[in-house]
T-cell receptor
Framework: EDQVTQSPEALRLQEGESSSLNCSYTVSGLRGLFWYRQDPGKGPEFLFTLYSAGEEKEKERLKATLTKKESFLHITAPKPEDSATYLCAASDTGTASKLTFGTGTRLQVTL | DADVTQTPRNRITKTGKRIMLECSQTKGHDRMYWYRQDPGLGLRLIYYSFDVKDINKGEISDGYSVSRQAQAKFSLSLESAIPNQTALYFC????????????FGPGTRLTVT
């Protein structure tokens, strides 16, 4: 059974204080690793897809990286508007559209 | 206007009642999904549909049914609601070339008393 585990559960940063969120996965043949952002009261918003170990994607202050066992979401010099829950999800080669989601990391960035 | 809409946004119902949650999309995507989100459990897939004639069970389909009335509409029904179906429900869509770039609706908060 596919499993996705995110840590930490919650993270509080000061504005400008860089950090990383972790997503470890166990899937029978990774097809893709996905990052989503979810704001309170809203549906998840797609951020990145990573397909193979060593791949990196960037968007503004966010950079996602992938190894054979885990993915990291690096947040550089965060701002209060980066506060959200960040979800990681994985799909395996056996199921066409099924995503297995982690429980998320709740990020709060304060002034 | 939102690309993926869900109605109602909030609903309180009693045990044993039938309830339908509706989802509409204007993105022109073929594929639609229903998820539920519970604290500490993450998002779990209930049903998904690749097109109007192709509907598939997800990991937690027991107690739920769906209907794909058109390419743009996908409804989720709880035939006889029970309290442990209290959750946040999301509809999502994707196109056939970007399966996992899923676009989510704003969610329906359902409470079963």
């Amino acid at each position: 059974e596919d499993q996705v585990t995110q840590s930490p559960e919650a993270l509080r940063l000061q504005e400008g204080e860089s950090s990383s969120l972790n997503c470890s996965y166990t899937v029978s043949g990774l097809r893709g690793l996905f990052w989503y952002r979810q704001d309170p009261g809203k549906g998840p918003e797609f951020l990145f897809t990573l397909y193979s170990a060593g791949e990196e994607k960037e968007k503004e202050r966010l950079k996602a990286t992938l190894t054979k066992k885990e993915s990291f979401l690096h947040i550089t010099a965060p701002k209060p508007e980066d506060s959200a829950t960040y979800l990681c999800a994985a799909s395996d080669t056996g199921t066409a559209s099924k995503l297995t989601f982690g429980t998320g990391t709740r990020l709060q960035v304060t002034l | 206007d939102a690309d993926v809409t869900q109605t109602p946004r909030n609903r309180i119902t009693k045990t044993g009642k039938r309830i339908m949650l509706e989802c509409s999309q204007t993105k022109g995507h073929d594929r639609m999904y229903w998820y539920r989100q519970d604290p500490g459990l993450g998002l779990r897939l209930i049903y998904y549909s690749f097109d109007v004639k192709d509907i598939n069970k997800g990991e937690i389909s027991d107690g739920y049914s769906v209907s794909r009335q058109a390419q743009a509409k996908f409804s989720l029904s709880l035939e006889s609601a029970i309290p442990n179906q209290t959750a946040l429900y999301f509809c999502a869509t994707s196109d056939r070339d970007s399966l996992h770039e899923q676009y989510f609706g704003p969610g329906t908060r359902l409470t079963v008393t």
